[in-house]
């Protein structure tokens, strides 16, 4: 059951449904559900499917909303993940995660 840290906002999209993919860098964790955790705060959800592969594969036009919900480009969307880990160029997991309705568990 891998343990996700994040930002507040992001645990926000996460909680609002407005997030169902999230993106970490590495190979993916075993479980099937993600625990995702912001401060004091966690949100246990559902994995309901696993990409690997390289960022550019991973964040599509297709999807990129669903992994950023704030972003209105692709190119935006992906410029976030290059900042965020600073041009990585490896091996990315995207997690897609069961909408919060089927949420398993969620504490405040």
Known sequence: MPLLRTKKEVFQW???GKKTID???GKPYRGDVAIFQAG???LRL???KRESGRLV???RTDNFVKIIP???TLEE???YFRELYDNYDGVFCAYHVAPPEK???AYE
């Open 14 to 16: 996460l909680k609002q």
């Open 70 to 72: 704030s972003a209105l």
């Open 57 to 59: 594969d991973l964040v």
């Open 103 to 105: 949420m398993i568990d």
């Open 40 to 42: 004091p705060h966690s």
């Open 46 to 48: 559902q994995i309901v």
């Open 23 to 25: 993106i970490r860098k």
């Open 77 to 79: 969307a992906l410029g």
